[in-house]
Each structure stands twice: as structure tokens, then as C-alpha cells.
């Protein structure tokens, strides 16, 4: 069964295959419980090394892999400490407009509905060489600080999978104020063909580069001369 037999056309969450969590487990080093999107943070799964990096404002990023014989995604999980409190970040995630700044090569985002506790986010992304467009069901859970994400199948997609989720942590402020760690994972499955072999590693690592656009999407935004 793939991970698309599995998604529900309902508003409830898809769960993920338990060979698709196998395999995050061992590529992440964390325990990520029965599904990908799980609301405790993965920081926890963090070495020395990598919390050291985190303490100096950089972010930790982690690929993962995972190929059988109908799916290939490619991901991973990247960790970022954000100057700016749960609230401001929850604010950031729940305003559509934002998209467009916040993920990576978007050209395009658009509400076009809700279902449930579900947006139905068309996203229109790419560059000069490839342009795709798709929709994505995100839902907030505020009380958890997580948004999670994954391909409607039912609409038009050109591309052939994707899941994902934000998670956030508050931390103690320093002297520029409020901090938080975001934590942020997700598998994309490009297809077959040209596509794939040509920029399935570029498209990786623009993904895992999403904490750093939104911290400085967030420097930007503070910056912004305020109307009315």
C-alpha cells in the first residue's frame, strides 16, 4: 500500500506507513513515536555537536532517504532557534500570503477553500527550468505549536507526494528578545523521470533550507514600516 492508498479523503490526518516510520527513525537517530507527525519536539535526538551549532544560530539539518520499489522521497529534518515567540511564529504559519515568503522557490499561494479543520493551500513553485503546482491540506494545532501539511491527491498535483510539519518550542529569551526552536521535516516524492534525476538533491536541500528563509522573513517583517 502506498502512502497515497493511505491518505483519507476526509479532513482527518493521514497515517503514515509503519515502513515509511521505520525508515525516519533510523535516518534520524529520534524516536518519532507511530507517526510523522508527532507534536513532542525531535531535539531531544540532538548530539552535542549539533546543539553546540544550534547555540550559535546555525541550523541542523538531517537528509533522509526513503526508496522502495512504486515511491522515492527525499527530505529530512532541519532545527533552527528563530528570534521570535510561539505566538509571532503561529501568526506567520496561519497567514496564506506568508507563503510565498516563507517557502522555498514559491511562486504562487493561494486559499482556495477549507474542508474540516483543513486549508486547501494551492501552491504554485518552481524556477526558470521547472514550475509546478499543487495543493496542500494544513492544518494548525495551535494547543500542540504544530502545522501540518500533505498532498491532496484528489486535485491536480505535479508532483507525486508530499508530507511535512512545522513544530515549535519556546526557549528563553535573550538579549534581542523571545526565542523558539522550530522544528521542521518533510518528504517529497518527485516521480519518475528527467525531473527526479536532474534535481532531486538541489530540490533537497531548498527544502531543509526552510527554518533559515523563515527567520529571515521574520527579520524582514519586523522591519517593514507599519500603515495605519
Known amino acids: 500500500m502506498t502512502p497515497t492508498e493511505t491518505r483519507p479523503c476526509s479532513s482527518r490526518v493521514p497515517r503514515i506507513p509503519p515502513r515509511l516510520v521505520r525508515a525516519l527513525c533510523v535516518s534520524l537517530g529520534a524516536f518519532v513515536g507511530a507517526s510523522l507527525f508527532v507534536s513532542t519536539s525531535l531535539a531531544d535526538g540532538l548530539d552535542k555537536d549539533e546543539t553546540a551549532r544550534l547555540a550559535r544560530g546555525e541550523t541542523v539539518a538531517r ?10 522521497y527525499v527530505g529530512g529534518i532541519t532545527y533552527a532557534v528563530v528570534h521570535a515567540s510561539v505566538s509571532e511564529l503561529q501568526e506567520v504559519f496561519e497567514d496564506v500570503e506568508a507563503y510565498r515568503n516563507v517557502l522555498p522557490r514559491t511562486k504562487q499561494a493561494t486559499l482556495v477553500g477549507h474542508e474540516g479543520l483543513d486549508q486547501l493551500v494551492e501552491l504554485r513553485q518552481g524556477n526558470a527550468v521547472i514550475d509546478a503546482r499543487y495543493t496542500l491540506r494544513v492544518r494548525h494545532e495551535a494547543w500542540r505549536r504544530d502545522v501540518r501539511f500533505w498532498l491532496d491527491a484528489r486535485r491536480p498535483h505535479d508532483i507525486h507526494d508530499a508530507w511535512g510539519y512545522f513544530h515549535v518550542d519556546p526557549m528563553t ?9 522550530v522544528t521542521y521535516a518533510v518528504l517529497v516524492d518527485l516521480g519518475p523521470g528527467l525531473v527526479r534525476e536532474l534535481f532531486e538533491e538541489r530540490l533537497r536541500t531548498v527544502l531543509l533550507s526552510t527554518p533559515s528563509i523563515l527567520s529571515r522573513y521574520l527579520v524582514a517583517r519586523r522591519k517593514a514600516p507599519r500603515h495605519g
Do not use: A, F, K, Q
Open 173 to 181: 529569551d535573550d538579549e534581542s528578545g523571545p526565542r523558539s526552536l
Open 63 to 72: 537528509n533522509v532517504t526513503i526508496e522502495n520499489d512504486e515511491r522515492r
